[in-house]
DNA sequence: TTATTTACGCTACCGCTGTAGCGTAAAGGC
DNA sequence: GCCTTTACGCTACAGCGGTAGCGTAAATAA
């Protein structure tokens, strides 16, 4: 079943993701996919979930450039990643609680990937202000979100070294 | 038409908005409802930014109050708006050009306002870093979005202080 | 006054998400 | 061998967003 949701959601995005053509592709009954996922939000969340690998992601001694890293791969990431799923994704779990979990804990893992590299960075002593790292966190990654779903504007890897660039501040000697 | 979608907006939010609903109550064929506005989410746009009041804000000689007063009025402004509509409506504007545009201009008066304050901090020196304003303003707003769509964390008065307090460094003397 | 445009109501329809209810085959306990 | 549970298929349906086509009343132009 999820085999056969995933070639429905690459075709047609999450609009074009029908519960009856998955139904019939995968040879089931529609109930029965409505027995297994109480809706069409937490089908989608359980595929992507099950699809998602890790980002390839090793801690260096150098924080600026494991922070540019990190910001520059959840970038790519959302850049690849049809807008309109992000954007469904973030709709249903605003009415739903119980996809409003599931999608919490699919961007959990990244966004705590960042926060360790911040407060690393942090401690080395390479952060201007004197804030909380969850802020921090916050005001790297909540512009790539805004862009994508506000503003619309394009997510360039220049974009997310001028980010990090801000929090920690420019880069001194060489 | 639009004081009846008015009253299906407030009393269901953008789900329990019915077109069919909205015809029958305004009494009006659905039809020519769809004749005015081309889907759904045309419509509700089109009602709030009629319903639309300006942020009251005249800019004092503190950049550092006035972007406070700004920021904690958008948080204030996206706590009380219902989640699902602001989701609903990127959802909308993630798949249709036209209503993409209404929603930029909706948020784009907002967004400029901070833009402006921005920029008169940054004359006045209170910037930390040597970013360009428009990335201090995504790092000012985008987490609130952020947060609202994404991590689902409350956003506090006290919050949009932080933010700010990040962006300019804490403050000096009194 | 007459002809034409414009806007509307109405019905019927498509495809969609999600639900209710019924029949049935297989699995497990005794 | 028997009986209960579990899972499934199937049909039918409600409500939704959105569309096509037709008839018609009102405004406008000549």
Known sequence: MLAAAAEELQRGGYDGLSIDRVAERAGVAKTTLYRRWPSKAELVVALI????????FEPSD??????????S????????TPTTLVADLAAAAAREPRVSESVRTLWAERH???TAVV????EAGLVLGHVSPAVLV?????????????????????????????????????
């Open 49 to 56: 979930t099950s699809l998602r690998e890790e980002i390839p």
């Open 62 to 71: 150098d924080p600026r450039r494991d922070l540019t890293a990190l910001v």
């Open 73 to 80: 791969a959840i970038a790519a990431g959302l850049t690849e």
């Open 112 to 114: 705590r990937a960042v």
């Open 119 to 122: 407060a690393k960075a942090q």
């Open 138 to 174: 916050d005001q790297l990654v909540g512009p790539l979100y805004y862009r994508l779903l506000v503003t619309g504007e394009p997510l360039s890897p220049d974009y997310a070294r001028t980010l990090v660039r801000s929090v920690l501040g420019p880069e001194e000697s060489r």
